[in-house]
């Protein structure tokens, strides 16, 4: 599962990406486990999501069966 960077992204997140992407799977069936274990969601798995670094200044996340935009605050 390829992870995409938006922005101009820092030398490291090369390897920030590198990690994610091995990651990734598990990361998402855990997330969908959560969501029927604790949540109750049992009819739901989870496909994607986006990750934000911490110190980016965020207003707004939106999707579409495209993919992901990223509104920064300004």
């Given at each position: 599962m390829a992870?995409?960077?938006i922005g101009n992204p820092p030398p490291e997140a090369d390897q920030l990406?590198?990690?994610?992407?091995?990651?990734?799977?598990?990361?998402?069936s855990s997330f969908s486990?959560?969501?029927q274990e604790e949540y109750g969601f049992?009819?739901?798995r989870v496909g994607g999501f986006s990750v934000v670094?911490?110190?980016?200044?965020v207003s707004g996340i939106s999707c579409n069966e495209k993919g992901c935009d990223i509104t920064q605050s300004s």
């Open positions: 992870v995409e960077a990406r590198a990690e994610l992407e091995e990651k990734l799977p598990h990361i998402i486990q959560v969501l049992k009819d739901l670094p911490v110190d980016v200044a």
